[in-house]
Structures are given as structure tokens and as C-alpha cells.
């Protein structure tokens, strides 16, 4: 293909065009990283209906959602969370919590909730 009157590969042509659709600042790069290499990163406890907890980690600004994990039709319950080196809220009946986030290494948990609350979403700012 030509551009301009020069040649362009498809890798080029690729480029350009996810330059054009994805704006820039956009990117969520939030991925998950093994518990326990570091108290640097997010680590969440969470509790699925009819499953026991499990603890996942994170790292990277962006958002993850932690649902897609569980076949129980994404019900599913925050228990506590360590920020590590991050400000986090959490997506859960229909906002993202809390309104202000939650500062850098901060252990929050669910003191009046004894089960934990709803989340669908954790994020990273």
C-alpha cells in the first residue's frame, strides 16, 4: 500500500490505525503478578459464592475485572486488600468505591461487613 507515495507495510498500516481508534492515555495495563513477590503491589482477598477465598495480586495502573475468573455468574465478595505502592477502588454495586481512593500502603478490610462486599472490578491510579 502507499502512503504519500511511499511504500507501507501491514505493520505500519496496523500502527497508525490504533493510533487513530485508541487514543492516547487510554491504555489499561493492569495485570496480575504472583502473590508474594513483593508487598510493592496490589493484593486482594476475595470470597466467590460457593467457593472459599482466594487471594490475587496486581500491578500496573489500569483496571481488571475479577469476575471473569468464576462461572458463578460473577457473584462475588471483596474481603480486604493491601494498596501496596498504588491508590485502588474497587467496582461493586454499580460505582466505583470508595469515591476518594485508598491511599498507598493501606490494609482495608470490612469490618461492618463481615462477608465482604459486592465487587465486579478492582483499579489501579
Not at 17 to 34: F, H, K, L, Q, W
Not at 114 to 124: D, F, L, Q, S, T
Amino acid at each position: 500500500m502507499a502512503l504519500n507515495g511511499k511504500k507501507v507495510g501491514l505493520p505500519a498500516i496496523a500502527a497508525i490505525a490504533m493510533s487513530i481508534v485508541i487514543p492516547v492515555g487510554t491504555a489499561e495495563a493492569t495485570n496480575i503478578v504472583p502473590c508474594g513477590s513483593g508487598n510493592e503491589f496490589l493484593n486482594i482477598t476475595v470470597h466467590p459464592i460457593n467457593d472459599s477465598s482466594y487471594e490475587q495480586c496486581y500491578a500496573n495502573a489500569g483496571v481488571h475485572g475479577v469476575l471473569s475468573k468464576w462461572p458463578s455468574g460473577g457473584r462475588m465478595w471483596l474481603e480486604r486488600f493491601w494498596t501496596g505502592n498504588n491508590r485502588v477502588q474497587w467496582y461493586g454495586d454499580g460505582r466505583w468505591q470508595p469515591e476518594n481512593p485508598v491511599d498507598k500502603w493501606v490494609l482495608f478490610s470490612f469490618p461492618n461487613h463481615p462477608g465482604g462486599v459486592k465487587i465486579e472490578a478492582i483499579r489501579i491510579l
